[in-house]
């Protein structure tokens, strides 16, 4: 079966985000002041083949962990749908 998988990579809460920080005053600087604390990640999106949504998921979390995040400063999360 194939599957979709949307997942979302994000800077840890703990650290400080330069991205975030510089997008958050530029964002001041043209009259947006009401935002706060904006934090760029990143999304991506592949396709998996696998027998089950449970392989699917496993390789997925596997793929996160081992090549799409640096989980010393970053979190991730994702979504996967049959296709």
Do not use: W
């Amino acid at each position: 079966m194939k599957f979709f998988a949307e997942i979302n990579v994000m800077p840890l809460k703990a650290l400080l985000d330069p991205q975030g920080k510089a997008v958050t005053s530029v964002m001041h600087n043209i009259g947006f002041k009401n935002v706060a604390n904006v934090q760029v990640g990143k999304h991506l999106t592949l396709e998996i083949e696998a027998e089950t949504e449970i392989d699917a998921r496993q390789k997925v979390d596997e793929a996160c962990k081992t090549i799409l995040t640096n989980p010393i400063i970053e979190f991730y999360d994702f979504v996967l749908k049959k296709l």
